[in-house]
């Protein structure tokens, strides 16, 4: 069950979430200004930054996680400073897992 922040429905992963272009994702309910959603998501899950990463045509993706409840919710901002969520859930993990090495002997 998705949990609800800013009082909108966060969406679930959909095959678009990549190509998602900033227009597609501002019609939907579930933006609003970054300072609002990060303090939101702070407050009222106690999620804060763990990763981040640039999309096409400047947009950013961040998820925000709590280490306490393994709450997390991914994050896309436009270049306007809109923030929309895409994804939440539960059972979050921080991993540093390494790259396998390649074997060349064939």
Same mark, same amino acid.
């Given at each position: 069950?998705?949990?609800?922040?800013?009082?909108?429905?966060?969406?679930?992963?959909?095959?678009?979430?990549?190509?998602?272009?900033?227009?597609?994702?501002?019609?939907?309910?579930?933006?609003?200004?970054?300072?609002? !959603?990060? /303090?939101?998501? @702070?407050?009222?899950?106690?999620? %804060?930054?763990?990763?981040?990463?640039?999309?096409?045509? +400047? &947009? !950013?993706? /961040?998820?925000? @996680?709590?280490?306490?409840?393994? %709450?997390?919710?991914?994050?896309?901002?436009?270049?306007? +400073? &809109?923030?929309?969520?895409?994804?939440?859930?539960?059972?979050?993990?921080?991993?540093?897992?390494?790259?396998?090495?390649?074997?060349?002997?064939?």
């Amino acid at each position: 069950m998705f949990k609800t922040v800013l009082g909108l429905s966060a969406l679930g992963f959909t095959a678009g979430l990549m190509t998602a272009t900033p227009v597609v994702a501002q019609q939907g309910r579930n933006c609003a200004p970054r300072e609002v !959603v990060v /303090e939101r998501l @702070a407050e009222k899950y106690g999620e %804060s930054r763990q990763a981040i990463g640039i999309g096409q045509q +400047g &947009m !950013v993706m /961040e998820t925000f @996680a709590s280490a306490e409840s393994g %709450s997390w919710t991914i994050t896309v901002t436009m270049p306007t +400073g &809109m923030t929309c969520l895409m994804a939440s859930g539960q059972s979050f993990e921080a991993l540093a897992e390494a790259v396998p090495t390649v074997d060349n002997d064939a």
